[in-house]
């Protein structure tokens, strides 16, 4: 196994096999809003020991430093993922795309543009902030949000911090106080940014046709089911799961039921990639 980082943060996260057969099999994932690759680390690390060369980039804004986040615009997501997307797509037969949060809406926005996705991977799609944990005066949002104010304004990450694992959320918690993983508040600007690609992702959903894993808590505290439901019904997938959690918040990769989002995505891919293989077989016969 071979860790590789960029010179623009140490915090990607690239797991690539470099025996004699490179696997033909890719995943590229995205974090979320104010996260970084170390959300993916052991989700990212599982599919690499099923064969998967695995990319985790930290997105624009993200990383380095922290202030970088109140000047990111969606443009600069939206070009960044479809950058590496462009890079790496040519050197794999299959290639997954996917993400949690913000990461899942960016996966999203890849596929309306690009139709040689293999699969997605959408874990805690947020496409409407709408969660149990929003604050109640979410009412005044817009005037925030629309107004110079969103550069001012942060929301703070608070309990129960997206999991509903009592140990696993007090590690998290520990990490994040010390800025190691994530940032501990929500600023307005970044906020007012996943809005608008979300706004487009909506906009554009009949235009992904790439086969959908989506799979969502029922008490996801930061957006309720409404996103994951509005993937499945929209998109225009040969090809659509949605998967719902029952003991588990946002964070689905660290939480009660960690397990079973890994084995539904091993399904997933494998299921994809030997449909791939059959589908060749059949169309090499032909052509005998």
């Known amino acids: 196994m071979n860790v590789q980082k960029t010179k623009k943060s140490d915090m990607d996260h690239i797991l690539i096999h470099r025996e004699t057969v490179q696997p033909n099999r890719a995943v590229m994932l995205f974090h979320g809003l104010t996260g970084s690759p170390y959300e993916l680390k052991k989700y990212a690390k599982h599919l690499y020991d099923k064969g998967f060369d695995v990319f985790c980039y930290c997105l624009p804004g993200h990383g380095d430093h922290a202030i970088d986040i109140y000047s990111v615009k969606e443009k600069d997501w939206r070009e960044f993922a479809d950058e590496r997307y462009k890079t790496l797509r040519k050197n794999y037969a299959d290639f997954f795309v996917g993400g949690l949060c913000l990461g ?45 104010l969103r550069y001012y304004y942060t929301f703070p990450e608070r309990e129960p911090y997206g999991i509903k694992n009592i140990k696993a959320r007090s590690a998290v918690s520990k990490l994040m106080s010390k800025n190691t993983v994530a940032m501990d508040n929500y600023p307005l600007s970044s906020v007012y940014e996943l809005l608008l690609l979300s706004k487009r992702v909506r906009h554009n959903i009949t235009k992904v046709f790439a086969p959908v894993l989506i799979i969502h808590s029922l008490e996801d505290d930061l957006t309720s089911t409404k996103s994951a439901k509005f993937v499945y019904n929209n998109a225009s997938s040969f090809y659509k799961e949605y998967v719902e959690l029952n003991d588990s918040y946002h964070l689905v990769l660290y939480d009660n039921e960690k397990e079973k989002v890994l084995n539904k995505t091993i399904e997933f891919i494998d299921a994809l990639s030997y449909k791939r293989n059959v589908d060749l077989k059949e169309l090499k016969n032909r052509r005998k």
Do not use: H, Q, R
Not at 141 to 147: K, S
């Open 104 to 148: 899942a809406v960016l996966a999203l926005n890849l596929a309306v543009e690009n139709k040689d996705i293999t699969g997605l991977i959408c874990l805690s799609t947020t496409l409407f902030l709408d969660g149990w944990t929003i604050p109640f005066y979410n009412f005044l949002m817009p005037l925030g949000l629309y107004t110079i």
